[in-house]
């Protein structure tokens, strides 16, 4: 049971080579944390529901984002810059106008997969 830390070393295994592939499957504790922080970003139906909008369409203004989520303006603002802090989001200034895009890539391979039926998905 080589990839066993040295703290757990001592504790009884039913199936140690399956231990040991669980161990590497889980990775370092830091990628194991961008994934759950990618993943609580998502957990919020109207973030997601923003997300997909940008997706399926390219850039959008925030109140071209709030007529489509059903959002408010303040509302859909506030959930962009939480997503721009986190990195998933850009925005894009011409004149007064700011449009927003998905440039993290691993959340758009997951936004890809929500919609790889073709079809849409339902949100409150």
């Not at 997601?48 to 959008?60: K, S, V």
Request: aromatic share 2%.
């Amino acid at each position: 049971m080589h990839l066993v830390p040295a703290d757990r070393a001592d504790r009884r295994t039913i199936d140690g080579h399956r231990v040991c592939d669980a161990i590497a499957a889980i990775g370092e504790p830091g990628h194991v944390r961008t994934w759950a922080d990618r993943f609580s970003l998502l957990a919020d139906a109207k973030r997601l529901a923003l997300l997909l909008a940008l997706h399926r369409t390219g850039p959008l203004a925030v109140s071209d984002l709030a007529i489509a989520t059903g959002m408010n303006d303040p509302a859909v603002s506030q959930a962009l810059r939480l997503l721009r802090a986190a990195g998933v989001v850009e925005g894009e200034k011409e004149g007064r106008v700011v449009r927003y895009r998905v440039v993290d890539a691993e959340v758009q391979g997951l936004l890809k997969h929500c919609t790889a039926d073709g079809g849409t998905v339902d949100l409150p």
